[in-house]
């Protein structure tokens, strides 16, 4: 799958709906969107989206720790509470990924969601990848085995 891109996702779980996927930019930047196919309500929308991105880095102004410390800074500053954090190896690189939640209201109504951020650099393509999800809170033990499925097996030095 998306071999313009240099990256290959495994058949994404039957949860998130092919037509919704939505997909822009190319090798050195871009980002595709899945959606799941159920909706929570028509206000917050599907159960869960997930968002990778990838953009391409001068290697040696990335900073590993510095870029996971800026995107936990970014999301508390948007209400998103920290809970857990852990760094693994990724094919031959160093991924960290984050665990949050978050409380927001929208049109009045208050919901209350679950985060799994992922960040892994790239030595092979000089690419940095973010892999964004977010979860109604009621159905996290549903979806965070495929999120974790979709980190775990992004190819992003597939040729
Ligand atoms: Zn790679």
Redesign the pocket.
């Known amino acids: 799958m998306n071999r313009e891109y240099g990256i290959q996702i495994n058949k994404i779980s039957d949860y998130f709906a092919k037509e919704k996927v939505k997909e822009e930019g190319n090798a050195d930047l871009g980002e595709i969107t899945f959606q799941s196919i159920r909706d929570v309500d028509d206000i917050f929308g599907p159960e869960c989206t997930i968002k990778i991105n990838w953009e391409k880095k001068d290697p040696t102004q990335y900073h590993h720790g510095l870029k996971v410390k800026d995107t936990i800074r970014m999301f508390s500053s948007i209400n998103v509470v920290i809970t857990k954090k852990e760094t693994r190896w990724h ?3 160093e991924m960290t990924y984050w665990l949050g939640r978050k409380q927001k209201m929208e049109r009045g109504r208050y919901y209350q969601t679950s985060v799994i951020h992922g960040i ?1 650099f ?4 000089n690419r940095l990848f973010e892999v964004h999800a977010e979860v109604f809170a009621k159905y996290y033990e549903n979806y965070k085995p495929l999120i974790m499925q979709v980190l775990e097996t992004l ?3 597939a040729s």
């Open positions: 094919l031959s690189h892994v790239c030595e092979l393509t190819q992003c030095h």
